[in-house]
């Protein structure tokens, strides 16, 4: 029996373990006025999703010089997705890079949140509460947006029928307007990702708990291999990677489901787990690109399950920061700035790359370590705000992004 | 505070308590030792205010409840039959005549809303006490003395306030006397049908002993396996306890109680351990209970137990010893031989060596998180059936084990339950603010960083509560 290493995690324990959360609030008569019924659904990619390895700029210069073997190109042994004349997207992201060629999504790309330190904790608390700094904050930017909707009858109060803020509805849909939330019943196990932190721990400080902590993996490593049954009353254990994507979409499509329905909720959010990648990333095949496989399968899921409601349908994809834009030591990346925010849906003017593209030599990335952030993020999320949930500009300046009123919202993402 | 103090005070609260709530190592840093004996002088320490029904009461109420479901059932089975006799699906009339027109409610059935409130109750006793000394002590009788949910459902919160409670400060032998007279114990251990052979009953009905009760009170309540007991003690102990029983549960007053059935006595003198009792009916099994409470062996026994359950699975043997002496001396004085347990030195190893059971493990999590709040109770108690350690359902009579061995296993599983639960609590947590409540000094350079350096606060809070030095007391 060959173990299987703890760097190649199935795509469900990776994803799913880490608490999939679905929380949403109601606005059945958003906009219906104007005779659209727009969606939203917005997906917090927890750790720090490295951008430069979703979106490569092939076409730049130092690219491969920066990255090495690392690099994504349209080279590659499983060659990059080409996007335009100069970015290239990840090959385990079809579903993303064929929504992209029909002009239903959007990369934008050197885009960050205004938070400029690393830690992973308040840079979530910058990215979800849509506040300048860090600071406590008991409400998010997508639930104050959704309240600052209100006037002009576009929200029926009457319509929130549901208010039942769980303690795992994420900081981002936090907040007055009512939110219920929804996640799957059962245990899942924790992600491979977590274990190996706590064996790090344990092999320094309790061989006991170690041992029997490896137990685990060594468990998880012959179920994959087999087909065993699942342990009755306990959590599932991992699941061949083919099962496991089957009950990733089955997640994934259930909360397009939700949207889908005529009298459904109309905002959505979905936090994942699992995008820190400092040792062994895995960025051609590994760690990263299971990972954007299934994130790439959610967004299948969601467009298949949308059905008619897609073309009426945003998804955004955001995470607290980037990552170092050089390799590190270990085969993976640390905390950085830059990153992608990834747009899908039918309602979007898509099909390209946003991008005030700042450059890979040293004298162009954010102290000489990390993509610099040239765009916004919160000019995104506005322009996304405004023109698809009609959202007004002077609200979003005042109390959806407090102190955002430099910051002009990016126009013609909605088609 | 010294920050001696303040590691001593952690350890107090891991080892002897149900570890630190927010800002209790601070509170006790000064005189740690004196905060864990103060916790023993409490008004009240060990009962629970709550308003919960008497086992008696209980056992009466799910009687009822169960012999009204089999009526209904009853009724829908009659009317089924009456609609297949003519043809015709089941008729609105039979439907209407059930007594909740059909429809069954939403919510649990009474049995376990009952076992629920009781579990709420003992939760929050726990998770909100001070410090818990005295109620680990409550858990450690309660599983010493164990019955099981499985067999005996409604009486299973009831008997741990009637029988454990109010002798955990108290005289060994009176809680001997309120264990084995309680009619969940008599049930759980099957001397409710022992009569003795030559018993009136015995030889009207042909029926005879069950050594049930008799060998495990003598095995595991009080002597200890291997202790020098006979088979033969075993009998003639069976033969005095015969006529031990209650009142069955659908006798509408006294229902299950306790009640001594002359009938089913056996009659005549017995010989235990060598000692001859006469037949005085139920007070032959009375001084047979008071004498096991007084043996040596039994002294013993406690001693190493306690020792092991807050110290370590092999706790030092002159620990052992001092709790035996003082158990012997007093006369089995409970609150005296947990104090010379805080006083010995042996107690205060900086080695924390024995793991949390699930149970306490889960305690540990809500005193400085809000799992109280946003867990419902039927959540902890799943929980705890999936971590191994269900509620009262110990799977034999000698109780969950009390071993690293027997639960470390388990740490795998609990991950996923830590990962799971942080993902419902993280949200409202400042990880390194929990470090410095739950661990304080305790926490190694490593655990701080591997908590400071997690991706998001719920993988933080995950690895917070799986950290040896929280799992660990």
Redesign the interface.
Known sequence: MTMTPLHAPSRRQLLL???T?FAWAYLPKLARAEGHDPRFLTFIL???LDGLAVAAPVADPGWVALRGDNALTLDSKTPALRLDNFFALHPAMPNLHAMFQAREAIIVHACATPYRERL??DG?DVLESGLTKPVPSETGWLNRALGGLAPGGRVDPNGSKAFGV??????VV?GPAPVLSW?PQQ?????D???H??L???H???Q??AL??E??SK?AAIERAGDMEQMP???KPARSPGQARAYFSEVAGTAAKFLAQPDGPRVGALAL????THVNEGIASGRLSQLLGALDDALGAVRTNMGAAWRETVVVLVTEFGRTARINGTDGTDHGTGTVALLVGGALEGGRVIADWPGLKPADLYENRDLKATTDLRAVLKGLLKDHLRADERALAASVFPGSDGVKSMAGLIA | VTPRGREAAALALHRFGFSPARDSIVAIADDPRGAVLADLERTGAGRLVADLPTSGAAARAVFDFQAERQAEQKLASRAQKAAEAAGEAMPVAAKAALPDGGMRPQQPPLPQQLLQKEAQARFDEAANAKIGFVERFVWFWSNHFCISADKIVAMAGPYEREAIRPHVLGRFADMLQAVESHPAMLFYLDNVQSMGPDSVAGINRDKGLNENLARETLELHTLGVRSGYTQTDVTDFAKVLTGWTWIQPSEPVYGGEFAFVERMHERGDQIVLGKRYPDAGVEQGRAVLADLARHPATARHIAQKLAAHFVADEPPPSLVAKLEKVFLDTGGNLKEVVKSLVIADESWTPERAKLKPPSAWLVSIARIT?AQA?IPIGRVLGTQ??LGEALWRPPAPNGYPDT?SAW??????R??????L????A??V??LALVDSALGPLA?A??RE?IA????????L??LV???EF??R
Request: hydrophobic letters at 35%; proline letters at 8%.
């Open positions: 373990s880490s608490g959360l927890r750790g720090a992973h904790f979530q769980g303690p795992m509805t994420p900081l936090r996640s245990v899942m196990p924790a992600s990702d977590t274990v932190r706590l790090a721990l344990y320094h400080s309790d006991k708990l029997a902590l137990e685990h468990l009353g306990g959590p787990d699992g995008w820190d | 809000d946003a059936a999936m690293e470390i296993d388990g740490a795998p599983r991950l996923d339950i830590a990962d799971d942080a993902g419902r609590l949200n409202n400042d990880p190694s490593d655990t591997t350096r997690a991706e998001s606060r719920k993988q933080a995950a690895l799986m950290a040896p799992l660990r």
